[in-house]
């Protein structure tokens, strides 16, 4: 178990037994955690995340019994938010492969959303599945803020060739963001 599964399951052992406070510190230290993951998997949907979070919140509370104590905290919180997920998905637009796996369950607890790296790392994630030429071209330009002329000459293409290389990696990053969705 995770030490992040460990000091949630205390909490909210804690909670069931009666103690409000670490319940409500429970609900509260939860809810960033389910907002940095709906984030990861609703990127085009920030605005509807924050309702997904607490309607998660008020499944988790409402459905509090239910949990075994012999099964993994994060998987039963992950099992839920998965249905309000789906409830959600289906509300906007009916697409099967957003379903996320059991498999997965230990994402929820891997990361806060105050992690600064968050979208870095994803930015490079994206960047890495581009052929070089085009990955250069993006970084420098976009993310350095070098010149087009300064990144041709650091990169040995011509001005056209970076202009036209940011194009086509852009291109292919929104067309890999659409099938992520």
Known sequence: MLPTEQYFRALFLSGLA???????????????????????KLP????????????VLLAVHNARHTWRPADPLSAWIH??????????LRSHYRHDALMIPLEQAD?????????????????SLLLGQLPD???LAIQH????????????TLTGLSESAV?????????????????LL
Request: charge should be negative; proline fraction near 2%; hydrophobic fraction near 35%.
């Open 18 to 40: 009666g103690n409000a406070g670490d319940y409500r510190q429970f609900l509260t230290e939860l809810a960033p955690y389910l907002r940095s993951f709906l984030r990861r």
């Open 44 to 55: 085009h949907y920030h605005d509807d995340v924050e309702d997904i979070v607490q309607e």
């Open 79 to 88: 099992g839920i938010t998965r249905y309000k997920l789906t409830d959600f």
């Open 107 to 123: 994402e929820l607890f891997t990361m806060a959303e105050d992690d600064p790296g968050h979208a870095g790392r994803d930015i």
């Open 133 to 135: 030429k085009q990955r």
């Open 141 to 152: 330009v976009k993310l350095e803020g070098l010149s087009v002329s300064e990144t041709a």
């Open 163 to 179: 202009k036209v290389s940011i194009h086509r990696g852009l291109k292919a990053l929104a067309l890999r963001l659409r099938e």
